[in-house]
Nanobody, 126 residues
C-alpha cells in the first residue's frame, strides 16, 4: 500500500525558512509528478509547486523566487525549501504524487492518478 509521509512543518517568523520533505513508501514502479499543495483556513487547496519525473518544475506565482522544489526519483522523495516566508504562507501543506504505477498483485501493474499525504502545518507568525 502506498503512503506519503510528510515532515518539516512548524512555526517560523516572517522572513524565516522551513524545509518540507515527503517520502512515498510501498511498492511503486514509478511516479510521474510529485509536489506540494496548501490549504489555508477558509480557502481552497492550491498548487504550491510541482516537479515531473524529468525535472520540469511548476510554481505558483506567489512563491516564485522564494520556494524551491527538488526531487529524488530513486528514493521517491520530494522536498520544498521555503525561504523568505510570509504570514500569507500559513497553511496546511499537502504532499501529492501523481501518475503512480504500482504492482497489481497478479504480475501486472495498476495506475493510480493521485495520492495525498496527511498534511503538515506551516505557520508564519511573529
Amino acid at each position: 500500500q502506498v503512503q506519503l509521509v510528510e515532515s518539516g512543518g512548524g512555526l517560523v517568523q516572517p522572513g524565516g525558512s522551513l524545509r518540507l520533505s515527503c517520502a512515498a513508501s510501498g511498492s511503486i514502479f514509478s511516479i510521474n509528478a510529485m509536489g506540494w499543495y496548501r490549504q489555508a483556513p477558509g480557502k481552497e487547496r492550491e498548487l504550491v509547486a510541482l516537479v515531473s519525473s524529468g525535472g520540469t518544475t511548476t510554481y505558483a506565482d506567489s512563491v516564485k523566487g522564494r520556494f524551491t522544489i527538488s526531487r529524488d526519483n530513486a528514493k521517491n522523495t520530494v522536498s520544498l525549501q521555503m525561504d523568505s516566508l510570509k504570514p500569507e504562507d500559513t497553511a496546511i501543506y499537502y504532499c501529492n504524487a501523481q501518475g503512480l504505477v504500482v504492482p497489481n498483485g497478479t504480475g501486472g501493474h495498476s495506475y493510480l492518478p493521485s495520492y495525498w499525504g496527511q498534511g503538515t502545518q506551516v505557520t508564519v507568525s511573529s
